[in-house]
Structures are given as C-alpha cells and as structure tokens.
C-alpha cells in the first residue's frame, strides 16, 4: 500500500512539473496563432507563417496535413515520425522544441477533432493570442455531431478568451459570434473582395481567395506590410497535399489530374469540382474517389453528392471498392460510367485514365489521400511523373 501512494504521488509531481514545464515554454512565445476549421487550415498555417517571416517576424509553425511537419523560421521543414496514431501531446513536444529556437510567433494547426480535445488544445497547449477559424462545414459527424450547427460549435472551442479572432466563415457566424462574446474575444469576418486573380496567378500551386485573405488579415494585424506579407505567401511551400493540375501528354492524348484528395470534407470537393468545371466546355470529365476502410461514411457521402453532377466515368480506387461497388449501383451511379479498380498500382489508375481518355480529359481526384501506405499519395505521385509540369 505504501508503495503505491509513493508512485501515486510521484505521478501526480511528474505531471504537475510537466504542466509547469510545458506553461513556461508557451509563454517564451509571445505571438501564438491557433488556426482551426473544416478546410484550408494547413494552408492557411503556411501562409501566414510565410508572411509573418518576410515581415521581418521571426516565426515558427506545425501543420497537421497531409504530412505533419515543422516549418522552422528560416523556411526549411521537419517531417515529424509517428510511432503510433496522432495525439494532441504531440503539441507539448512543438512547444517544447519551439522553446529552444526562441521564436517571436508560432503559427500551429489544430490537431484535434474531438470538441473536448479541441478546447483542452487551446486551453491547455496553445494559449493563443490570436485565433483563426477558416470555415465550417459538416465533417467527422461521428464526432462533432451531424448538423452543421453541431460542428460550429465544437470548432468554437479554439476561439480564444480576451484575445481576437479572424475568419472567412459566413453561415455560422452567428454561432461563432456567440461563443467569442461569450470568450470576450473581437471576432472579425474576412472578406476577400481585394484579393484578384492576378494575385492568385502569382502562386505556383492552386490557392484559394479565402484562404489568402484571410492570412493576409492576420498578417497585417500583426504590423507586417500587406505588399510584403503577399510577396512572402506567393514564394512560400505549398501543403504537400495542396490543390494542383498535372499535366501530361501521352499517344496525342492530354491528361489534366487535379489533386483534390486532401479536401477531405465532402462540401468542398464539390465547391472546387464546380470551380473546376466553370473553365470547362466539351472535355471528357473524370471522377477519382480514393477510399479508406475507416472512411466509408465519408465515401458514401461523396457519391451521394457526385452522383448528379456531369462526369463521363467515375472510378474507385482504394479500400473496401467492392462494398462502395454495390453502394454506388444503387440508383447512384450508371454501371457504364463506373469503374472499379481497387488498390491496384498506381500505373494501373494511370493508364485505366488514358486508355478512356480521347483527347483531352480532365481528372479529379478526391476521397483520401493518406490511409493505409498513403495510397492516395502513391496515385498523386505518379500523375505528378507523369506531367511536363504542374501548378
């Protein structure tokens, strides 16, 4: 009995020095950026960590995305190795290195999904002093609930107290308005009525107005020049799992491959395959959807929502196609426009796409990019071999 109050009690000392610790190298940070939503936070993330650093701010950031990594305030990154499967602890161990480059702001994505690990993220890890909430649309309904009111207000659990906050979102401003009085925190809604075309032309990736805007805000709030701030978002690194077209040419046919497969949410994949399709006339339309085991909600949702959109063939790659086969029969899609692949190789989807292909086709590819062995990942990378370029 002795023995275990002893352990008891050097436990409850390890843990209490260990918060202690972890508090001491947050407040080291003076400048702490917690970027939270649905969509865009990793891009978001890089890009206000890229304006940040050509204001003169030394700065540091973590993404989450498609690769974690840890952007250091020169601009070079640090994939980080996970033994096991994310957990928000990971953000005391950033913190914790943070510490000793001594950096003046840390830009870092929010990790969790969870509404209660959400609000121990901010309240226990981060601590932020400037907040960030990108959007918010219906997605992990089996935790943040299945309406779209459900996940405003689990994201709103990273809204900082006595600070400010900025975002793009529209529907639910009221709900994120509501918790932010509630936090005493001035939330301020972004639009991106200055951001023009010419300014997205200047990127060598795919970006989104929103997006843009509104690192750009926070960028200018935190006393860096807007012309700067620009310049240092359109030379920065895009997201590995960042919106690209590649392209190829193959036998007098062209390929265009957008990689869509890290939108992730449903909403989006159809917001960006409606943008895609506006600069589109009489191409041959293909749809990718990259599924995982543990995703299969998500899967269903994304043929319920493509099903009636206007597409020549619709193929299934990845995990669990025969159960998405059936699924996708049903009254969904047309058994001459379905295509069942599965986790074949790479080259396999590649050359399936060409031989349907009769002169010019566009790809989309959505569903999952990582999952088991990062397949989605394996299938970019092969297009992306493939092209003469991409953007």
């Not at 943070?98 to 959400?118: D, G, H, T």
């Not at 981060?126 to 990108?134: E, N």
Request: aromatic share 8%; hydrophobic share 40%; charged share 25%.
């Amino acid at each position: 009995m002795t023995v275990l109050i002893i352990a008891t009690a050097l436990l409850i000392t390890n843990l209490v020095f260990e918060y202690i610790r972890h508090q001491r190298n947050v407040n080291r940070i003076p400048i702490r950026i917690h970027v939270n939503g649905t969509r865009g936070k990793s891009s978001v993330t890089r890009l206000i960590a890229a304006g940040l650093r050509a204001g003169g701010i030394k700065t540091m950031a973590k993404t989450t995305g498609t690769i974690p990594r840890v952007i250091l305030p020169d601009g070079r990154e640090c994939s980080i190795i996970r033994l096991f499967a994310a957990n928000i602890i990971e953000q005391k161990y950033v913190f914790r290195f943070a510490a000793s480059v001594r950096p003046q702001a840390m830009v870092i994505e929010c990790m969790a999904v969870n509404p209660a690990y959400q609000w121990v993220t901010e309240n226990k890890f981060v601590r932020s002093t400037v907040g960030v909430m990108t959007n918010v649309r219906t997605d992990h309904e089996d935790l943040m609930g299945s309406t779209i009111q459900s996940v405003a207000l689990s994201l709103a659990n990273t809204i900082p107290h006595n600070s400010i906050c900025f975002t793009s979102e529209e529907k639910m401003l009221p709900v994120l308005k509501y918790i932010a009085e509630h936090n005493r925190t001035d939330l301020r809604r972004v639009k991106y009525d200055d951001v023009t075309d010419e300014h997205l032309s200047k990127f060598h990736y795919i970006e989104h107005k929103e997006n843009l805007a509104l690192a750009l805000s926070v960028c200018e709030h935190l006393g860096v020049d807007r012309e700067i701030a620009l310049k240092g978002m359109q030379d920065s690194q895009p997201d590995p799992g960042a919106l690209r077209k590649y392209i190829s040419d193959v036998d007098n046919k062209t390929i265009n491959f957008y990689n869509v497969f890290a939108a992730n949410d449903p909403q989006s994949s159809l917001f960006i395959w409606k943008k895609i399709n506006m600069s589109l006339s009489n191409q041959q339309r293909m749809i990718i959807l990259n599924t995982r085991a543990d995703r299969l909600l998500r899967s269903h949702q994304l043929i319920d929502l493509f099903c009636d959109q206007h597409y020549d063939y619709f193929i299934l790659t990845g995990e669990r196609c025969e159960h998405l086969k059936h699924y996708a029969l049903d009254d969904r899609i047309h058994p001459d426009k379905l295509v069942v692949l599965g986790e074949v190789d790479p080259a396999i989807i590649y050359n399936k796409v060409l031989e349907l292909t009769d002169k010019d086709s566009h790809i989309i590819g959505i569903g999952n990019i990582a999952g088991a062995r990062n397949y989605g990942g394996q299938i970019v990378h092969y297009f992306h071999n493939k092209a003469k370029g991409g953007f």
